[in-house]
């Protein structure tokens, strides 16, 4: 009960941590790009008419904007499941071929060739018309380097939009099942019924001691190491001696 507890105890940190309700469509985007254009288009051209659309998580960054783009096409397109099944082929395909995540990422790579190559991968594949679009837009306007943060936070929306948690708890060493099982169940009464809650271990030798529990861009730290910058920094603030 030890671990739930000190979990509970930092529950009301979390609502002093700001976070942001809102993404910004454009903000993040280079001025001038052909890509902000063809992306609004993408995002809002579909067939079915479902309204307007929201991201479950709020995103940051140019990152964040491309995936939030992607999601609303997605949701609108009724094509979520299939975008992710894709996206996550083709991730897996640049982890075991360095060949073709090089290609990605090399600056040098006509934008020509770079088109044409992801346009034969993504028929090749079998890829849904949506993702072959979307990595077409990255491709021609040289953002395949970032291709993996981009799916990385789509990933993330698209847990939450099934209304999936996911949880990351950094500790010095793997918790034991039985603590694991404790947090989990913590959790998943503070983040209420509904959803399913994912626990993922990091381990960081560098805590010292204690636990961070991080989700939903929230972040709870317990680890001894803040505690140590804590007392240090109270320890050098200057004495008032007037009250004593």
Not at 21 to 50: C, E, H, M, N
Not at 116 to 141: G, H, M, Q, R, Y
Not at 179 to 189: A, R, V
Request: proline share 5%.
């Amino acid at each position: 009960m030890a671990l739930a507890g000190r979990v509970r105890s930092g529950i009301s940190l979390f609502k002093t941590i700001a976070v942001s309700d809102s993404v910004s469509s454009a903000r993040s985007f280079p001025s001038g790009r052909p890509l902000i254009p063809a992306l609004r288009d993408y995002a809002t051209a579909s067939a079915q008419k479902t309204g307007n659309v929201k991201v479950p998580v709020a995103l940051v960054g140019e990152s964040g904007n491309f995936a939030s783009w992607l999601y609303i096409a997605a949701v609108k397109m009724n094509s979520l499941e299939k975008i992710e099944s894709d996206l996550s082929e083709l991730v897996e395909a640049m982890k075991t071929s360095p060949i073709f995540s090089q290609f990605t990422k090399d600056p040098s790579v006509p934008r020509e060739t770079r088109l044409a190559a992801i346009v034969d991968v993504c028929d090749k594949a079998k890829f849904a018309e949506p993702t072959k679009n979307f990595l077409s837009l990255l491709a021609e306007n040289g953002k395949l380097k970032t291709l993996d943060v981009i799916v990385k936070k789509f990933m993330q929306l698209t847990t939450a939009h099934r209304g999936d948690v996911k949880v990351l708890v950094t500790t010095v060493m793997p918790l034991p099942p039985a603590e694991e099982k404790e947090l989990k169940e913590t959790l998943q009464e503070i983040i209420g019924e509904g959803k399913k809650v994912t626990v993922e271990q990091k381990i960081d030798p560098s805590i010292y001691g204690g636990l961070i529990v991080e989700f939903q861009q929230k972040v709870l730290d317990m680890s001894i190491r803040t505690r140590a910058q804590q007392m240090e920094r109270l320890l050098r603030e200057p004495v008032d001696l007037s009250n004593l």
